[in-house]
């Protein structure tokens, strides 16, 4: 417990939430911790941006609490958090670099280090030559670094990003991704949110869902992908017809087929795969063997809408 | 160095570096230099006023027309010019003011005031009797005394300073430049307001700082701009008007500029409030108008009343402007340069415009404070006050 109470985390515990009549957050509760990349995902709506300003105190919780290192925030701490909102935006007419020392300094850095982190960032993004330019003058990939940029400038302790994929193309989704990998191998806790499930998939350690202003499922990811389901199988013979090979392997089941000798194989506990390997080589060539795990969307899907659609094929073995 | 002077000290860099600012700084000390060049020549012209005088019966006007100079305010120059025709020459190209031909007609390019003509009368008027007189006898020593008796010796009942025209001068120039000073800063700090609201730069900063601090920094920076720019302007003003020796500057010119310049920075920190309330309310430039507009018709009434103050000083709609907050900033330095103020009243009203400005301090910044980042359409006053806290 000593250790883990030295450890950058934080929690948020209970958030509550209302604009009036509307329930924006319901008891969100939410740990970051580091050197992990969370991502942060949900329906429009469910509370994702309100959690996120909650965290960076641009907006107070009706009740709750957040604690960063296992005490509860103060100005001061926030002072030290990297955050870049859904709404992007700098100062247009400002120059870049100006903007990011500016920005630095606001975040209490000195001025020496305001302006040795700006140009090592700047540096870093390739903006090093459109420096001195206003920022509206900058491509639109470019002022996408610039904000960047602002979020990480006085090298923050926690950084909170909504939606920061959004709007960019393939390379810079490399270029966020990359700088996000670098932050959390630096130690720094990250949380994300993002509607593209493949690249949280991808890049996030742990996942957080949110639905109606509360978690619904999280953790890490791969351990979310594996719970509470059976194991299962996609076994491919190419003589097969049909999953009559696996008959009398112990906790083994065919649950699909689609009679081109393509099965899926449910497992119990009791079950061993490499039986089941076995087995099917004994029947015939084996051309594809592979554990069947649900996608994000389809994990997000199952946990988010409040009435099942009709089930896919690979969802109805859950 | 602290959040809030880390804000004013941007708003005053990046304001300071826009060249619209530069623009309107120069026209504004070039208007004042303008002013103080033409006042300079078409000053210049009323001291002398130049006479032609026509044929040997004109030579009796000469000496009792320069006479009468100092009563006129004028130097009186004289000129022997052979013929009427040369007269109506020297007339018509402005040569002359006027010319006298023949001591019957007198010439002129056209008579608005009159002063000359009646001066020129007026000594025709006194030949005549001295004529009349010699004639009759009378000795010369009797009739030097007759014609030119000891003057009366005359008591104004309302004496004006000899400076009055200076001091009113001064008054009028004071008025519109507090005016042009506090509604371009007061609306520069509307404006800033919603541009970081519109940019969405907004809540970048307020993840790292309160909006109190960047909203007292950001009055702060441009409250220093401004005072800096009409610093500026009041400083070429009263050079300007040394070099070219305009106006006789009264010996209060010193701390009439300080006083000025102190009632600037109490009137732009009220308005300062009332235009951040402003501009707390919309999120978008196109709407900051609608929002603004009656603040800017508070403003300019202000300044009317306070402008035709200077020809009504003592009137009550002045004195009571002079002590109602938005209008004591422009109607207080205008009655304490036109007429005579007694110094409580100076500091009643300072004090008044002052408090009310410390409470506004504290409403604005709780509004601007709930409405920071609320994007959208305008707020009503009272929902925004209701969102506060």
């Known amino acids: 417990m000593r250790t883990a109470s030295l450890r950058r985390v934080l929690r948020c515990r209970d958030l509550h939430l209302r604009y009036g009549s509307v329930v924006a957050l319901d008891g969100l509760s939410l740990d970051v911790e580091p050197g992990r990349m969370t991502g942060f995902v949900g329906p429009n709506g469910a509370g994702k941006t309100s959690t996120m300003r909650i965290v960076l105190g641009v907006l107070g919780a009706d009740a709750g609490e957040v604690t960063w290192n296992d005490a509860p925030l103060d100005p001061a701490a926030r002072r030290r958090f990297g955050y ?33 982190g700006s140009d090592e960032l700047l540096e870093r993004l390739g903006l090093t030559d459109r420096a001195r330019d206003e920022l509206e003058t900058l491509s639109l990939g470019n002022q996408q670094r610039a904000q960047l940029a602002a979020a990480l400038v006085h090298r923050p302790e926690l950084l909170v990003l909504d939606e920061p994929f959004s709007g960019l193309d393939p390379i810079g989704v490399d270029v966020l991704s990359g700088v996000l990998r670098a932050e959390v191998a630096r130690g720094v806790p990250v949380l994300f949110s993002s509607h593209q499930l493949e690249l949280v998939e991808r890049l996030c350690d742990a996942v957080a869902i949110v639905k109606d202003g509360r978690i619904v499922a999280a953790g890490d990811v ?97 | ?104 007609e007198v010439l002129v390019e056209h008579d608005r005031t009159g002063t000359l003509t009646a001066a020129i009368q007026s000594v025709r008027r ?40 200076s001091r009113n001068g001064l ?17 520069a700090v509307a404006g800033g307001i919603v541009e970081e609201k519109a940019s969405r730069v907004i809540e970048v ?40 020796g305009v106006a006789d500057l009264p010996s209060v010119t010193g701390g009439a500029a300080a006083l000025v310049v102190a009632w600037f920075l109490a009137g732009f920190m009220l308005y300062a409030c009332l235009y951040s309330i402003a501009g707390a309310l919309v999120s978008r430039s196109e709407d900051l108008q609608s929002v603004a507009g009656p603040l800017n018709l508070v403003a300019v009434a202000c300044y009317l009343v306070a402008f035709f103050g200077v020809t009504s000083p003592d ?75």
Not at chain 1, 273 to 295: K, M, N, Y
């Open chain 1, 84 to 116: 870049m909102p859904e709404e992007r935006g700098l100062y247009p007419k400002m120059r870049v670099r100006d903007q990011l020392v500016y920005l630095a300094r606001l975040h209490g850095l000195s001025a020496a280090a305001a302006q040795s």
């Open chain 2, 205 to 244: 900063v307020l993840s790292a700082i309160r909006p109190r601090e960047l909203l007292f920094g950001k009055i702060a920076g441009l409250g220093a701009l401004a005072l800096c720019q009409f610093a500026l302007t009041i400083g070429v003003g009263v050079a300007g008007a040394l070099v070219l």
């Open chain 1, 222 to 318: 791969e351990e979310l992908r594996r719970r509470g389901r059976e194991r299962t199988l996609r076994v491919t013979v190419e003589t097969g017809d049909g999953g009559g090979w696996l008959d009398g392997v112990i906790g083994a089941r065919t649950v699909d087929g689609d009679g081109n000798g393509s099965v899926l194989v449910a497992l119990d506990e009791h079950a061993d795969a490499q039986a089941v390997l076995d087995r099917a080589r004994a029947a015939g060539p084996v051309t594809h063997f592979s554990e069947v795990l649900p996608t994000l969307s389809e994990l997000f899907r199952e946990v988010v809408q409040p009435e099942p659609a009709e089930p896919t094929a690979e969802e109805a073995i859950a």
């Open chain 2, 126 to 165: 006194q030949l005549a009797l001295r004529g009349a007189l010699e004639r009759a006898g009378v000795p010369p020593q009797q009739l030097a005394q007759a014609l030119s008796p000891s003057a009366l010796s005359v008591r104004a009942l309302d004496p004006q300073p000899a400076d009055q025209d």
């Open chain 2, 1 to 104: 160095m602290s959040a809030r002077w880390l804000v004013a000290r941007r708003e005053l860099i990046e304001r300071a570096r826009s060249r619209a600012l530069r623009v309107a700084t120069l026209l504004q000390l070039g208007l004042i230099v303008a002013v103080l060049v033409i006042s300079a020549l078409t000053g210049g012209d009323d001291d002398t006023k130049t006479v032609g005088l026509v044929g040997s019966a004109s030579q009796a006007y000469a000496q009792p027309l320069r006479a009468s100079g100092p009563a006129l305010g004028v130097t009186v120059h004289l000129r022997t010019l052979p013929s009427r025709a040369a007269a109506t020459r020297g007339v018509d190209d402005g040569d002359l003011d006027a010319a006298v031909v023949d001591g019957r």
């Open chain 2, 171 to 187: 008054a009028i120039v004071a008025v519109i430049l507090l005016y042009i000073a506090i509604i371009t800063y007061g609306m």
């Open chain 2, 315 to 389: 009137s009550t709609l002045t004195v009571v402007a002079s002590f109602v907050p938005l209008s004591a900033p422009m109607a207080m330095p205008v009655r304490w340069l036109v007429g005579d103020v007694p110094a409580w009243e100076l500091v009643v009203s300072f004090a008044l415009t002052l408090l009310s400005a410390a409470a506004l301090v504290r409403l604005s910044a709780a509004i601007y404070a709930g409405t920071a980042l609320r994007l959208g359409p305008r707020l009503s006053l009272r929902r925004a006050l209701a969102v506060r806290g």
